[in-house]
């Protein structure tokens, strides 16, 4: 696998060493089990820090709302990442790896092509439903020792005290109060946490739709991601096991009605008209899910004694594929921090962490954000410039090979975790 790393192996020893001074002293409080807030709660554990995860839905991969039929696109750094703190070892036999990504637009010249062979790597990414991602977050928690798991319970109120914070948990035997030195909010988009902590956010709605679902085309997509982009949005094309694939199609909220109520064949003839036929015919149309898309981002990463990561910092628009790569980088971070520090909730540490965050979240979001605005601009005076930089990624080594890092997720000053040598 890839992450067998000198840096990363140092890591996950130091991690995990029985004898560390700061065992059982750092008191965290993770508000939120979904996909961020897990790994949290396993990469604390691993390092031996008592950290309590509450959680609203029962611990189950059916209850969780994240943990559902979406397809994630997971970088390289990534499954670095969960590889290190124990996760990876539960899912990899599910995933299945990128090898290529194709990027082209409907009606205009030029693609843009990255390999993993010749980015000297075996796989850019892999593909994981976050069902089974879930799954194997779930059997991982299993094993944590140190770790207080409440769910399904949900944080109800918070007070600040001298260093720290209680909180409020309802659970099915009534209130209970925990004390906690440092309050992670990792309770996705609409964060309790963030708004108890009085942090405004900026929003953007994007006016789409998604709908994922699985198809199999004609033609074997030889372990190729695409994303197409188009005047009414963009569809990506992920590759799956048993040839399948999965589909993510962008359409005008004020169509998706239309859309959903459409029947399979009308439904796959969209898919194929907006897709082309580079697959051949796509067949066996799985169950369609929709996604109301919106950006919204935090406009401060911590407060007094509080951090927030993962959606509940930033939600950013699917199209990358990006949330829950950079919600990791963000946990990953966080658990090395506290991991080194004897105060967990230290102002010294949180602004580490949020200078430490800074340069890959907002240029992963404006990544984002930037993808989806070109990509989808009515523009007729666009298509040249849009066709010629998709051209400069396809035949500029330098320029690939910065973008193939970047979406493989070695961005900013990532955490150690996730490292390994790149050629
Ligand atoms: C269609 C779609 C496709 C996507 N594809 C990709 C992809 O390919 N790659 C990628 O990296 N990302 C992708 N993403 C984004 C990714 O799914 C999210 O970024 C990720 O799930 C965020 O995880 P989270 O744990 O921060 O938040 P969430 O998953 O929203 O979890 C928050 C959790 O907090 C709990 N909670 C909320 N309030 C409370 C409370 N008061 N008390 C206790 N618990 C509480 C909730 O029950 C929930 O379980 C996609 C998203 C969508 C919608």
Redesign the pocket.
């Known amino acids: 696998m890839c992450c067998n790393t000198g840096r990363v192996s140092a890591y996950y020893r130091y991690m995990t060493a029985p004898d560390s001074p700061e065992v059982n002293r750092h008191d965290v409080l993770i ?9 949290l709660a396993i990469a604390l554990d691993a390092a031996g820090i008592a950290a309590t995860l ?4 029962a611990p189950r991969a059916d209850a ?3 943990y559902d039929e ?6 390289r750094a ?1 499954v670095n990442g969960l590889a290190a703190i124990g996760v990876w070892r539960h899912a990899a036999a599910r995933a299945t790896p990128i090898r290529h990504i194709h990027v082209s637009r409907s009606g205009e010249f030029g693609s843009a092509r990255i390999d993993a062979d010749k980015q000297g790597v075996d796989a850019l990414g892999w ?1 994981l439903p ?1 069902r089974e991602l879930g799954a194997a977050l779930l059997r991982r928690l299993d094993e944590c020792t140190r770790l207080t798991r409440l769910a399904p ?4 109120a918070l007070q600040p005290m001298a260093g720290g914070w209680r909180a409020q ?1 309802k659970t099915a035997d009534g209130m209970r109060e925990i004390d906690t030195e440092l309050l992670v909010g ?8 963030r708004t108890q902590l009085g942090i405004d956010v900026e929003r953007h709605d994007y006016g789409q739709t ?1 709908f ?1 679902c699985t198809v199999t085309p004609e033609r074997d997509h030889q372990q190729r991601a695409y994303e197409r982009f188009a005047d009414d949005g963009p569809i990506a094309l ?1 590759p799956l096991a048993e040839r399948r694939c999965g589909l ?1 199609l962008t359409v005008a909220a004020d169509e998706a009605d239309a859309v959903a109520t459409m029947d399979d064949a009308a439904f796959i003839e969209l898919a194929q008209q907006r897709f082309g036929w580079r697959l051949g015919r796509l067949t066996r149309l799985g169950k369609r ?1 929709p ?1 109301a ?1 919106h950006r919204v981002a935090a406009q401060q990463l911590t407060g007094p004694r509080a951090v927030l ?5 930033q ?2 628009h ?1 199209i990358g ?8 980088r963000d946990a990953l971070t966080l658990a090395e921090l506290v991991a080194a520090a004897t105060d967990p909730g230290a102002p010294e540490l949180l602004a580490r962490y949020a200078a430490r965050r800074a340069s890959d979240r907002e240029g992963t979001m404006a990544m984002s954000h930037g993808l989806v605005r070109l990509a989808c601009l009515r523009q007729p005076l666009l298509a040249p410039l849009r066709s010629l930089a998709l051209l400069a990624c396809d035949r500029v080594p330098p320029l690939q090979r910065a973008l193939a890092r970047r979406g493989m997720g070695f961005r900013g000053e990532p955490p150690l975790a996730v490292l390994e040598r790149l050629p």
Do not use: K, M
């Open positions: 508000i939120g089990g979904g996909l961020v807030g897990a790994s509450v959680e609203t839905a969780q709302p994240s979406r397809n994630l696109a997971l970088a990534t593909t976050a319970a949900t944080l109800a948990i990792a309770d996705g988009t609409e964060s309790f946490v998604l994922v992920l993510v899910h996604y898309i990561v993962g959606n509940a910092a939600t950013v699917p594929a990006q949330g829950f790569n950079l919600g990791l």
